[in-house]
T-cell receptor, first 114, second 115 residues
Framework: AQSVTQLGSHVSVSEGALVLLRCNYSSSVPPYLFWYVQYPNQGLQLLLKYTTGATLVKGINGFEAEFKKSETSFHLTKPSAHMSDAAEYFC????????????FGQGTELSVKP | GAGVSQSPSNKVTEKGKDVELRCDPISGHTALYWYRQSLGQGLEFLIYFQGNSAPDKSGLPSDRFSAERTGGSVSTLTIQRTQQEDSAVYLC?????????????FGEGSWLTVV
């Protein structure tokens, strides 16, 4: 069975500081991994995804994530936080033999202080 | 439209009534998903349709919940005899083809309040 754990339901950083949102997954087969962002009162938007190939994936708005198989992790980072990054972030996993179903983590709410 | 369209955007219903939520996926997308997002909760998978295959209903919380997809396009999620714990945002999503790392695109959601 697949599962996703996001460490920290709330993360607060200062504007300009590093953003690090943690995601660990459990999957018995090679996974596809995703990060989505949800701004207040909006739907989910894809930030980035890992399917195959390069393990460091770059996404929109300056975010990137690195797939580390040995650590079963897919942490999301951004070198310098902007106020506009305040939102809820969801990590998700889809194992290739589980159809198209995405399993999501509980989400991490990011706050950015001026 | 260019994106996943859901209606209604907001629905207030009395406990015990039935509700129907509609989803119009992106044209050409064969995979369609329903998720539920409750206040303070993550995203809970409900059901997944892929082409003409039998749907994956493994996430439906009770037999009061059902969904259908007609003609491989529009889908309706039906909740019978609504309960207060059904209050949530119901998100529909679609992708070009389920799995294989294809991006799943979400609609804005239908906010259901049961009073």
């Amino acid at each position: 069975a697949q599962s996703v754990t996001q460490l920290g339901s709330h993360v607060s950083v200062s504007e300009g500081a590093l953003v690090l949102l943690r995601c660990n997954y459990s999957s018995s087969v090679p996974p596809y991994l995703f990060w989505y962002v949800q701004y207040p009162n909006q739907g989910l938007q894809l930030l980035l995804k890992y399917t195959t190939g390069a393990t460091l994936v770059k996404g929109i708005n300056g975010f990137e994530a690195e797939f580390k198989k040995s650590e079963t992790s897919f942490h999301l980072t951004k070198p310098s936080a902007h106020m506009s990054d305040a939102a809820e972030y969801f990590c998700a996993v889809n194992a290739y033999n589980q159809g198209g179903k995405l399993i999501f983590g509980q989400g991490t709410e990011l706050s950015v202080k001026p | 439209g260019a994106g996943v369209s859901q209606s209604p955007s907001n629905k207030v219903t009395e406990k015990g009534k039935d509700v129907e939520l509609r989803c119009d996926p992106i044209s050409g997308h064969t995979a369609l998903y329903w998720y539920r997002q409750s206040l303070g909760q993550g995203l809970e998978f409900l059901i997944y349709f892929q082409g003409n295959s039998a749907p994956d209903k493994s996430g439906l919380p009770s037999d009061r919940f059902s969904a259908e997809r007609t003609g491989g396009s529009v889908s309706t999620l039906t909740i019978q005899r609504t309960q207060q714990e059904d209050s949530a945002v119901y998100l529909c999503a679609s992708s070009f083809n389920g799995g294989n790392g294809n991006t799943i695109y979400f609609g804005e959601g239908s906010w259901l309040t049961v009073v």
